[in-house]
């Protein structure tokens, strides 16, 4: 079926790829719903729909360079603030809680591989591992190193993934109302305290500046795309190298944290990184979807939502017995399980929703851990299960 833009109309298709990603933005960041559904969700939409409705084709050479390219480009530059020390020093309780949450993923992940039979299903286990333990780019680069080609197939996960950690989220943002969990994890003190003042403000952010575009901006998103491309090319190298090219982006994950953490306070200075990043993310997203003919996606779906809402019921399960027995506050606890499973953003909200003003910067720091380690921890998953 031909396309309203030709599918070798390479500009044309990127421009209105670029141009999904900012309605999504734009969706976001002006009404409640949508903050709600998030950007990365509405882009993913948003290309599934053109594609369907014979705008964009499922398949171009435009969205073959971003799918070789945008998301490894992507993994250094929101690395690039993942500076281990802070995490660890500021984390506290928090991060201890991340790794009982973390544990609950990859059982649940376990579990519901033996329950429940989807198509690729080790595959799609370290992915869920990767999304559930860092956030979307974790699970799009996890797809990536194990091997999740098929567009329809890769689509109903990624739209699987977010579906169920959007609706955990309403869990989640319900849950401190529920006075037998208020009685199960009673409150200890450090999450009523004043918001933590992190030494190194560009580690304790999400989008790792604090304050807005510079006359210098240019010349340090120059620096640090450079930067990426040149740690990308080192990965890519590395894995080719030991023999196993998938895991590119391991190579690359590890090369990111070791440069932010080998000069943390020349990568805390570093300003649009992190936004350039996403926008490569989302952009990925809408070629993720395109491709993807809704007809052969919606069988999937179901099954691959269960899958997913399998996971994070035994991660939610994991998480409180783990907060019983190591005497987390609910408090603690649902940061932690909301930074581990849905990010930093939520995470910082919640805790300042509920007035945990001392949980705000533990949150984001646990969710930038989740960044470093969710590649790792989803394609040894897919090792195990496969």
């Known amino acids: 079926m031909s396309s309203l833009v030709p599918a070798g109309n390479v500009l044309a298709i990127t421009g209105v790829l670029f141009a999904v990603v900012w309605g999504a933005l734009y969706l976001e960041g002006r009404f409640a719903w949508a903050r709600t559904l998030s950007a990365a969700l509405i882009a993913l939409v948003g290309g599934l729909v053109l594609s369907n409705l014979g705008v964009l084709p499922f398949a171009s050479p435009a969205y073959d360079f971003v799918n070789d390219h945008f998301i490894l480009v992507a993994i250094p530059l929101l690395l690039f603030k993942a500076d281990l ?7 506290g309780r928090v991060l201890a809680g991340f790794m009982v949450s973390a544990a609950g993923v990859v059982a649940g992940a376990g579990i519901a591989f033996a329950l429940i039979e989807v198509p690729e299903s080790a595959k799609y286990a370290g992915m869920l591992v990767g999304g559930y333990t860092g ?6 680069a996890v797809s990536q190193a194990v091997g999740m080609d098929d567009p329809a197939l890769g689509t109903a996960a990624l739209a699987a993934e ?3 950690g959007i609706s955990y989220l309403f869990v989640l943002a319900v849950l401190p109302t529920i006075g037998a969990i208020r009685r199960w994890l009673p409150l200890r003190g450090p999450e009523t305290g004043s918001t933590a003042e992190s ?14 575009p510079g006359p210098d901006w240019i010349a340090h998103v120059a620096v640090a795309l450079g930067m990426s491309l040149l740690v990308c090319a080192a990965g890519v190298w590395l894995a080719a190298a030991v023999g196993r090219p998938r895991f590119a982006v391991l190579a690359i994950t590890a090369l990111a944290v070791l440069l932010a953490n080998l000069v943390p306070g020349t990568m805390a200075r570093l300003k649009g990184d992190q936004e350039l990043g996403m926008l490569l993310l989302y952009v990925f997203f809408v070629v993720y979807a395109a491709g993807a003919d809704i007809r052969s996606l919606l ?5 691959m939502l269960s899958y997913a809402f399998v996971v994070i019921l035994i991660q939610a399960m994991v998480s409180a017995v783990g907060a019983r027995l190591f005497r987390f506050s609910y408090a603690e606890m649902l940061i932690a399980s909301n930074a581990c499973v849905l990010g930093p953003p939520t995470a910082a909200a919640l805790a300042a929703g509920r007035g945990w003003h001392g949980l705000v910067t533990p949150g984001i720091l646990t969710g930038v851990f989740g960044y470093v380690v969710g590649n790792f921890l989803g394609v040894s998953v ?5």
């Open 135 to 140: 956030g979307s780019l974790n699970f799009v």
């Open 85 to 91: 020390r802070v995490i660890l020093k500021q984390g």
């Open 162 to 164: 977010s579906l169920a």
């Open 299 to 303: 069988g999937a779906a179901a099954l």
């Open 199 to 212: 030494p190194d403000e560009g580690a304790a952010t999400e989008d790792g500046t604090a304050t807005g």
């Open 382 to 386: 897919f090792a195990w299960l496969s």
